[in-house]
């Protein structure tokens, strides 16, 4: 009892915080400033507003900039340059500090716009933690449900089968009766029961269907990978960069809105944010360095490293065998490797040489081998483009909830029937929000919806269904 | 009251007299009662079942029994148990490290560049993915070209790709590097006392001036140029008349009347690509009212592209084309006023019919329209009195334009005469071949030259794959593909076009531009970038004018004009100078004419598979050469091949005291003696698609006393073989339909489509006649005939909307419709729609002998149909693809439902579903499926089934080389062993284009997608898009009066259109030829 009402309670308590965070979230200019700010801000810009990325951490500005005009901090946010140039105070600081980099210049935002974000930047460095849950459709089908009924209509089968032959037998023995036939009225023990041919007969068929159907089944699985989710060469974390972090899923995978490759990202695209942050939150320097070492990125100097790609394993082994050690003395606060630091250097870089090589390719330089977990059949064309951009479906809804995973798996079953379910119940939302091409091409369509005849347009009503819409 | 409106009687009757007279072969035209018999009492000669009891095959000799049988099906099945068992195989998913940022993974990237190969000329967009090209397309911005391409310039990204391309420098035949052969030869260039530099014609600006820097540091060095079909008489003439060495431009768009004497304008002739563009335009019907078109004229021996486009074509001998040219010009400047030459005489009955000819140029002339007169013939004496009659029809400046010379054909056959000798003297010290000049093939002096060049002389080749000359060289200095290349172009004064690589260099390559500055001792400012490409920017900064920005937009169009540098004016010609050379006449009964195929060209493109295996437009055969010869008509029942020969027959010849056997091919339009055998096959060493393919026939070329070489020679058979080319690739008798024949026991006229093809491997003709395939019309009747074309189709759908099927219309009205249209006016049959399609969709090459076993792969056919006089006949080009017919035949017989119907129209065909029946290719109306009798691209697991289309041994077959996978498109499967497959309308165009208007959130708008073919089409023939958007050009031409469907009676309901074929002849010679 005890347990059962303090899970109520954790309910309710949940339900009050969800409530709770979607009255924040109804705040107009922090919703604005949130929009903006992923628009704007949040490639250089950490979004926990605390840790350093590309440019500084966001949180407290405000009070940084307080001894200010708030008009220079518009004009800083505006055209940094500008202010720059003009030998402001705070801003040559800043620009020095920051090893002259430069701020994009966001000379469309208003000082409404500002407010908004700034108003956004406080709310998320006030935050207490906590991961927003991004809610994706669920692609799952209630598989129990379906099997459940299966087996209760064999049973019922066989206990109308069983009830049937009582009845034949009994009018059987009534006929005989009549007829004056002597009944065969031995009592039938158990062992003749078992050991009669008709039952062994129904056995046999039993299992050779049964059997029949577990083949069929598990030859259809072949080459299925559903929750597939192999170790990969880094252990990059989906729920901290897309669940934490928040990083837009289209951020790295830049293909998937138009081409046909979601595209895995290239390690210069990890540089974006890696280049400031050069320590990992749960692994430290051993996975963040095989990112370096595969571009060559020497985190020491904050430079890329020339002629990378000539150079030989010892040099490599050099500068990054320092790095990680350097880093543990620092952590440890001591002045010289010990026995446990010569170990998790020598793991380290083992780690960075595995998972960096293959069969195929030998040396550390070059392209991070990772492995492939969404494996179509190369009959199958599939476009990222077509169900991204033009059919505007959510990533989750095929790849589940990914900013959740730790190690990343595969959600759906790929399988053709799971893409026909899905192409027959899914809305073609192009029909309702204004995209020319539908309403251009499908004026019958167009025309039903705008009526009131016809209340959604299906993936498979233009013509989702056919073949050689993905086999070509 | 009837239901059905008859047809009256004359409406019928027209239409039964017009298919008549269409014909693909002589079986049909002659009604055989053989025809029938034979295929039906030879069943057993089918290619498979010939196979099989081919002796040298082991399929029947083998001794599996039931139990190995058995034995091999359980191992299968516990390998394949076992297999299913094991965990699937772990793959990679490899990301760039830095991503370039003009690459989108699984997005194609166009870059303009320039097609350029000797004097060929196109401008073009190259398609890249991931970085690597994989298909041609035309550029539209080229004021040339205009957006058309042509076979071989779709198929030079297979060149791209070729596995025995040179790889590195050589030195006497072993694996060397550059330093050193760089040294070695600029150690003997400074004490040669001459050397020779030897290519085809160049048309980039920029190699000149290396050429030109060359020479001056090697002042022993001579460049000589030469076209391996020469052209070198007529520049010659136009030196002669006009003082500088150019041809002017010609513009066959402006002529209302054209002539050509043995100027394959249309396929080979300077620059085919823009002249099929130009004379299409005048071809067009716009309306059934029309009274003006175009007329062609094709005076020549062998038959060529444009003679068979020709409304009348006139043979002559070979040696015979001066007179003929004579007998036009005189009676024309009888009545213009010219001064008259003498000639040779020819027969009455060609006389007349020049005379005619030369009366309409002068009536066309005189009533203020244009004509032109073009002549092919590599003779001074004719190439003067061409320009002459140019000039009396008043040409110049019209539709000769003198303003803007033309830099296409540069080659000079005394100076390569007079090189020749000098190396065959040993007088020559160095010789360096460029490009794909291979003088020891295409040249006469060839064997004297490969006997010289065992001596002293230093022989360097700067060429990117091996070929005749190349391996006989000490050194190799592998050079650049086209598509790896920086470099520019200059095809009329003016019009600059440049080429940029699309991909980095494959081999150990350099740029010939660079070899040479190398060599001429130019020292280059090495900053990193590579050195073609700061020799071709600083080429163009030293332009006048030429400015960064220029330099820009001139490499994203590809193409920039300006003003033409030279001009021409004319000097004068003396006629009477030219009557020696005309009446120097032989005297053989029979000549053979050496001409060039539109596919293997002068034998630079026989290397290319695909072009080797595209066919031959006029003559429909692959993977080989032959000697074509006349039919002769009994005038009542047979037609026979001369002395009973036919197709694939094996006979002796001798030519110029050269005997040789060599395979014949009967067929219409050839003059009795004057054959034709085609040039550019049968090379040596020069990788398996192009050694000992055919014969070569450059070894029968002669040189005349004035230094030209001479394209034909008298020829002599001596008698048959008696051995058939049984691997003879001749596809216009496969996949025929709509075949008719006599039965012999009823006499009754009965459809044999499906029952000939068992006739066809026996060298027998199948053929179409009686049904609605091919309709033409002359112009003078274009209205009535338009109107029977109505007709005719009316009746058609009047029996097609008897259906039990209801609500038919509904299906294809909510979205999109695709369908295709056919202007057979416009197609003059050159084939780039058809490479362009291999291209497009991964079709592969298949070989000689699987042609000739019926098993081309080609998912679109150029049908070729003769109709009209049967000595010199009209003929019309059919491109024949999957029709996408609505009541498919083929979708209802397939057991699994591999192929099915779209709502959009679309035939879609699901090859993963595809359990190789063949059920839906025997009912195909059309004969346009095609089945993958073996394992063409190497997709298969076991490697017997893996099929060499060259026949060789070589341990990896073509397609299973890396190399050469590089080629397909990514966007289209690969089909495997024992699947049916068919043209798609290009799918993967179609969905792409509908995605990219749906993320751009607009309409599709006609043009944004397109067919392979239809981009490839230098003419316009072909046309795509939605018929249920009433404004494309498409669902225009559908109510177009001369529209038609093939077999539209048979309900089938086609989603390809097809425009009558109108002639537009002349009745004074349609008299004489009645």
């Not at chain 2, 058939?724 to 690739?729: R, V, Y």
């Amino acid at each position: 009892m005890y347990s059962l009402r303090s899970g109520l309670v954790y309910l309710f308590f949940s339900l009050f915080l969800l409530m709770s965070n979607d009255m924040i979230a109804q705040d107009a200019s922090v919703a604005e400033g949130k929009t903006l700010f992923k628009a704007k801000c949040a490639q250089c810009h950490n979004r926990n507003m605390r840790d350093k990325l590309t440019g500084p951490a966001l949180g407290g500005l405000e009070d940084r900039w307080a001894d200010y005009e708030r008009e220079d901090l518009y004009n800083w946010i505006r055209n940094s340059q500008a202010l720059i140039a003009a030998g402001h105070p705070r801003a040559t600081q800043l620009y020095a500090e920051w090893d002259n980099v430069l701020m994009n210049a966001n000379t469309d935002l208003t000082d409404e716009n500002i407010e908004s974000i700034l108003a956004y930047v406080d709310e998320q460095f006030n935050k207490v933690d906590d991961i927003t849950e991004t809610p994706g459709p669920n692609g799952g089908t209630n598989k129990a449900g379906s099997n459940s009924i299966f087996w209760w209509m064999i049973g019922g089968l066989a206990l109308l089968a069983l009830i049937l032959a009582q009845i034949m037998g009994t009018l059987k023995n009534v006929v005989s009766a009549k007829e004056g036939r002597q009944t065969e009225a031995q009592p039938v023990g158990m062992l003749d029961v078992i050991g009669s041919k008709s039952l062994i007969g129904i056995l046999l068929f039993g299992l050779v269907v049964f059997l029949g159907y577990k083949t069929v089944n598990s030859a259809i699985e072949v080459g299925r990978q559903q929750d597939y989710a192999p170790e990969q060469p880094i252990k990059f974390s989906h729920k901290l960069h897309a669940g934490e972090q928040q990083i837009d899923c289209q951020y790295c995978h830049d293909g998937a809105r138009r081409s046909k490759h979601s595209v895995i990202p290239a390690a210069n695209t990890c540089m974006n944010c890696h280049k400031a942050i050069e320590k990992g939150s749960e692994y430290g320097t051993a996975e963040l360095t095989k990112i370096f070492a595969s571009i060559g990125f020497n985190p020491m100097t904050d430079k890329y490293i020339e002629d990378y790609e000539s150079m030989p394993e010892d040099s490599i082994y050099a500068i990054y065998s320092k790095w990680i050690g350097n880093n543990y003395l620092e952590e440890k606060g001591i002045e010289d490797l010990d026995d446990d630091g010569e170990e998790l250097v020598e793991e380290q870089w083992n780690g960075i040489k595995e998972s960096l090589t293959t069969d195929v390719k030998t040396s550390i330089q070059g392209a991070i081998p990772w492995v492939r977990i969404h494996n179509l059949p190369d009959h199958v064309y599939f476009s990222h483009a077509q169900h991204v951009t033009a059919g505007e479906i959510e990533c989750q809804a095929c790849h589940g909830k990914v900013e959740e995973m730790e190690v990343l798996a595969q959600h759906s079953p790929l399988s053709m029937g799971w893409c026909i379910n899905c192409h027959r119940q899914t809305e073609v939302k192009g029909f309702k929000n204004g995209n020319e091409y539908y309403a251009n091409t499908y004026k019958k369509y167009h025309d039903a919806l705008q009526d009131g005849e016809m209340t959604k347009v299906t993936v498979d009503q233009i013509g989702g269904l056919e073949c050689q819409k993905c086999h070509y | 009251m009837s239901k059905m409106p008859l047809l009256n009687m004359k409406n019928q009757h027209n239409m039964q007299d017009k298919s008549k007279n269409v014909w693909v072969g002589k079986a049909d035209l002659a009604g055989d009662t053989e025809f029938v018999s034979k295929e039906s009492s030879k069943f057993f000669d089918l290619p498979v079942a010939q196979e099989i009891a081919d002796e040298n095959s082991n399929l029947l000799s083998t001794d599996t029994n039931r139990r190995d049988f058995l034995k091999l099906m359980g191992f299968s099945l516990g390998a394949a148990t076992i297999a299913a068992s094991c965990d699937t195989p772990v793959r990679h998913a490899i990301p760039y490290v830095t991503k370039p940022d003009a690459i989108v993974p699984g997005v194609p990237t166009y870059y303009a560049s320039t097609f350029v190969r000797g004097g060929d000329y196109c401008p073009i967009l190259v398609k890249t993915r991931e970085g690597r090209p994989i298909k041609i397309e035309g550029n539209k911005l080229s004021n040339v070209t205009k957006g058309g391409t042509s076979a071989r310039a779709q198929a030079c990204v297979l060149d791209l790709y070729d596995s025995t391309r040179y790889r590195d420098p050589m030195k006497m035949g072993e694996k060397s590097d550059w330093d050193t052969v760089n040294k070695e030869i600029k150690a003997k260039l400074r004490s040669a006392r001459s050397i020779k530099l030897i290519s085809n014609t160049i048309i980039s600006p920029l190699t000149k001036s290396v050429i030109a820097d060359f020479i001056a540091a090697n002042s022993n060095a001579e460049h000589v140029m030469y076209d391996a079909i020469s052209s070198a008489a007529m520049l010659d003439a136009h030196e002669s008349a006009f003082g500088m060495r150019v041809l002017p431009s010609y513009k066959f768009d402006e002529a209302d009347v054209i002539l050509s004497l043995d100027a394959d304008f249309l396929g080979t002739w300077i620059s085919p690509v823009e002249f099929a563009a130009d004379y299409a335009k005048g071809r067009k019907i716009k309306s059934k009212d029309q009274k003006e078109l175009k007329r062609l004229y094709a005076v020549e021996s062998a038959m060529s592209l444009t003679g068979s486009n020709a409304d009348h074509r006139v043979i002559v001998k070979p040696s015979e084309s001066g007179a003929a040219l004579a007998t036009i010009y005189n009676r024309v400047a009888s009545k213009m006023g010219g001064s008259s030459t003498s000639a040779g005489s020819l027969t009455s009955k060609q006389t007349t019919k020049l005379e005619k000819i030369a009366d309409d140029l002068m009536a066309t002339s005189r009533g203020g329209k244009n004509t032109l007169v073009v002549n092919g013939a590599n003779s001074l004496a004719e190439q003067l009195l061409t320009i002459e009659l140019n000039r009396l029809l008043g040409n110049f400046g019209t539709t000769i334009d003198t303003s803007r010379p033309c830099y296409l054909r540069q080659g000079d056959d005394k100076a390569l005469g007079k090189a020749m000798t000098q190396i065959e003297n040993g007088g020559v010290d160095v010789v360096i071949f460029m490009d794909d000049a291979n003088p020891v093939y295409d040249t006469p002096w060839g064997a004297q030259v490969a006997e010289a060049m065992k001596g002293d002389v230093m022989k360097i080749a700067l060429t990117n794959r091996p070929n005749d000359t190349s391996t006989l060289c000490d050194y190799i200095c592998p050079i650049h593909h086209l598509l790896e290349s920086w470099g520019d172009a200059e095809a009329y004064s003016g019009e600059l076009s440049l080429i940029q690589p699309v991909i980095e260099p494959l081999f150990n390559t350099r740029s010939r531009e660079e070899i040479l500055a190398g060599w001429s001792n130019k020292t280059m400012a090495d900053d990193g970038d590579r050195a073609d490409f700061v020799m071709l920017q600083n080429a163009w900064s030293a332009g006048e004018g030429n400015t960064r920005k220029m330099w820009e937009q001139s490499l994203h169009d590809g193409v920039t004009t300006k003003a033409s540098s030279q001009s021409m004016s004319m000097g004068s010609v003396n006629v009477s100078s030219t009557s020696r050379e005309l009446q120097n006449r032989s005297t053989a009964d029979a000549e053979v004419k050496f001409y060039e195929t539109v596919n293997i060209g002068s034998g630079v493109y026989a290397s290319n598979p695909w072009l080797q295996e595209m066919p031959d437009p006029i003559y429909r055969t692959v993977w080989s050469n032959f000697v074509t010869i006349p039919l002769a008509w009994d005038g009542k029942r047979t037609i026979e091949g001369m002395n009973g020969w036919e197709t694939g027959d094996i006979v002796n010849v001798s030519v110029n005291g050269q005997t040789m056997e060599v395979p014949v091919v009967d067929q219409f339009g050839v003059g009795v003696g004057a054959h034709g055998m085609a040039l550019g096959y049968g090379r040596q060493n020069s990788g398996p698609a192009a050694s000992d393919v055919g014969i070569n026939a450059y070894k029968l070329l002669s040189v005349s006393d004035a230094g030209y070489i001479q394209y034909y020679a008298p020829i002599t058979f001596d008698g048959a073989t008696g051995r058939k080319d049984e691997e003879f690739g001749i596809v216009q008798y496969h996949h025929t339909y709509g075949i008719k024949g006599n039965d012999p026991e009823t006499n009754e006229t009965i459809n044999v489509d499906e029952r000939s093809i068992s006739a066809i491997a026996d060298g027998y003709q199948g053929a179409l006649t009686d049904r609605s395939v091919l309709f033409y019309a002359d112009l003078k009747n274009l209205k009535e005939e338009a109107e029977d074309l109505q007709h005719f189709r009316e009746h058609a759908d009047h029996l097609n909307v008897q259906t039990i099927y209801e609500g038919h219309e509904e299906l294809y009205n909510k979205g999109h419709k695709w369908e295709m249209s056919v202007d057979l006016n416009s197609c003059t049959g050159c084939g780039a729609c058809q490479v362009a399609c291999v291209a497009e969709n991964n079709v592969p090459v298949v070989g000689k002998k699987e042609v000739s076993r019926h098993h081309e792969m080609t998912w679109l056919r150029i049908d070729r149909y003769f109709f009209g006089d049967m000595e010199s006949p009209n003929t019309a080009y059919q491109p024949m693809m999957c029709q996408h017919c609505d009541n498919a035949p083929c979708e209802n017989v397939c057991p699994v439902g591999a192929t099915q119907h779209s709502s959009e129209g679309l035939n879609h065909m699901t090859y993963n579903r595809c359990i190789g029946t063949r059920y839906c290719a025997n009912n195909c109306p059309f004969k346009v499926r095609r089945f993958n009798w073996l394992d063409y691209t190497t997709a298969d697991l076991f490697g017997s089934n893996e099929h060499d289309p060259f026949g060789t041994d070589a341990d990896q077959p073509y397609y299973a080389d890396n190399i050469t996978r590089m080629v397909l498109n990514p966007d289209v499967t690969v089909r495997s062993r024992g699947v049916i497959e068919k043209c798609s309308f290009c799918i993967q165009k179609i969905q792409y284009g509908k995605l990219q208007a749906k993320a751009e959130r607009r309409a599709i708008k006609d043009g944004d997608i397109t067919t392979a073919c239809a981009t490839a089409c230098p003419t316009g023939a072909i046309v795509f898009g939605d018929i249920n958007n009433k404004e494309t050009e498409v669902a225009k031409l559908e109510n177009h009066p001369l529209n038609y469907y093939v077999l539209e009676e048979t309900n089938v309901r086609a989603a390809v259109g097809y425009l009558m074929k109108v002639t537009n002849k002349n009745e004074k010679i349609n008299e004489l030829d009645a």
